[in-house]
């Protein structure tokens, strides 16, 4: 009988670096996936708004009006300019019983300018109806994100039963933003409706930082049954999001059944961002040359629309406000588009998780908003120099995913189902002299078992606690 073959230590060797390789991945999300690590559902800004847990599509009364429903610019009657600052510290807590080394921590602390706008009323316009027009800038998603872990992958060398162990340790880093420069207008139908219209200008040419970076590092070092084996290799992967480009139109009507009564509605249309993508990858291995790719093409992000309603009721007095909100967007609609793509299932994949878009539904998202104000308004006073507010608010603000079904020993087809995320706010105001107002929000957002697909693995998810703080003013002219 003919003996066994047995590899060579030369071919174990080559053997050994194959299977190195194929152990080899990026831990993080798929290829060009876009990671949000604010809310995906961008709302508008104001720490007004927001301190009323962003239910706000039917208030739309001061200089924010254009970021949550234009219609209700016709409600400004001075000249007004806004400006919103806002700080937050972003916290992810993965834990995994499948890969229990990836049990970890992982901040990123943010500030900068949220929103600018300047609002002017023209009066006495067509039929003496209120005509008011505004020029906007906001910062709509933040995408910083940094993660520093360990990650074991487990293999068997074919024919010979020996066990290759890979540990890599993973440095992923994310930064950049994208904001908007809108003008706007309102104009009043009639007395109890209003209209406007907003055009978003996404163009890296208006707004530099409309761009964004990837930097991820991976070194790995490969065991042969528990010994240290003379394999080892580091994979960096660079990739830039440059010079993007895209446009669209926010539409809103405002209704005023009664005087205390407003209804409003919003739609944002949808649309298609170019970007211009480089991706440089090198990897180093021992005993082998060193490898490096460049590739530079042009890649299309398709963005979805959405729509959103609400209703909001002023209580005799005017001290005590009620609003509430809900948004739906088609995130089943968020696309890469990748003609140069090599691999044809690869040219249209989605922009949550990076997988073709064949394998990769989403359910839509419905965010709900509820929120409260309440002013201090002293009827004894002819003038009130100072009024004081108070506001509370709690929203549902899911986030798209995957949805992976998972059994207890691997993950399953993607089904598309969303992360349930919800929050939080509270905030306080001061009208000084009826002409500057100053604001101030508190928001806390989570999420518990959430962002399976940041590595899709079974058993391992995320808990998320996001924080914002919001400082904003109005002045009237």
């Known amino acids: 009988m003919r ?84 700080f937050s510290c972003f916290r992810e807590n993965f834990t995994s019983s499948s890969h229990p080394e990836l049990n970890s921590d992982h901040d990123i602390d943010l500030h900068g300018v949220n929103y600018l706008s300047v609002a002017y009323p023209i009066p006495r316009t067509i039929a003496g109806r209120n005509l008011v027009l505004s020029l906007n800038y906001q910062r709509m998603y933040d995408f910083d994100r940094d993660l520093d872990l360990q990650y074991k992958k487990i293999g068997v060398l074919a024919g010979t039963g020996s066990i290759i162990q890979a540990i890599s340790g993973v440095k992923y880093r994310q930064r950049g933003e994208l904001a908007a420069l809108s003008p706007a207008f309102g104009f009043e139908i009639t007395n109890r409706i209003a209209v406007g219209a907003v055009m978003n200008l996404w163009y890296h040419e208006i707004l530099p930082n409309n761009e964004w970076e990837v930097r991820q590092t991976e070194t790995t070092r490969a065991y042969l049954n528990g010994l240290l084996f003379p394999v080892s290799s580091r994979l960096r992967v660079e990739r830039n999001y440059d010079d993007f480009e895209g446009i669209n139109f926010t539409v809103g009507v405002l209704v005023k059944p009664t005087p205390r009564l407003s209804l409003g509605a919003v739609y944002h249309t949808g649309f298609t961002a170019r970007v211009k993508y480089t991706e440089v990858v090198r990897l180093t291995q021992s005993n082998a040359m060193p490898g490096f790719v460049r590739t530079v093409r042009n890649l299309e992000y398709e963005f979805p629309g959405a729509f959103g309603i609400g209703v909001a009721y002023r209580f005799p007095k005017d001290r005590l406000t009620l609003s509430f909100d809900v948004t739906r967007r088609e995130w089943d609609e968020f696309v890469i588009r990748d003609k140069r793509n090599r691999v044809p299932s690869m040219r249209r994949r989605s922009a949550v998780t990076g997988l073709p878009k064949g394998q990769s539904p989403h359910d839509p998202t419905c965010t709900v908003r509820l929120g409260a104000e309440y002013v201090f308004i002293n009827e004894k006073k002819p003038t009130q120099h100072l009024m004081p507010s108070l506001r509370a608010g709690l929203f549902y603000d899911p986030e798209p995913a995957g949805g992976r079904r998972e059994s207890w020993r691997r993950m399953g087809k993607l089904s598309g189902r969303v992360d349930d995320f919800f929050g939080v706010s509270l905030g306080a105001g001061l009208l000084i002299m009826n002409r500057v107002n100053l604001d101030a929000a508190y928001v806390y957002r989570w999420g518990d078992k959430v962002r399976a697909d940041t590595f899709g693995l079974t058993n391992t998810h995320a808990g998320v606690d996001q924080h914002f703080f919001y400082l904003s003013t109005v002045v009237y002219f």
């Open 3 to 86: 003996a066994a073959c047995r590899p060579s230590p030369c071919n174990a060797a080559l053997i050994a670096l194959i299977a190195l390789i194929a152990l080899i991945a990026p831990c993080a999300r798929g290829q060009e996936a876009l990671t949000i690590t604010s809310s995906p559902n961008p709302v508008g800004s104001g720490a007004r708004a927001l301190g009323m847990g962003g239910a706000f599509i039917a208030v739309a009364d001061d200089a924010t009006a254009a970021s949550w429903n234009p219609g209700g610019l016709t409600q400004l009657e001075r000249p007004e300019i806004s400006i919103v600052y806002d």
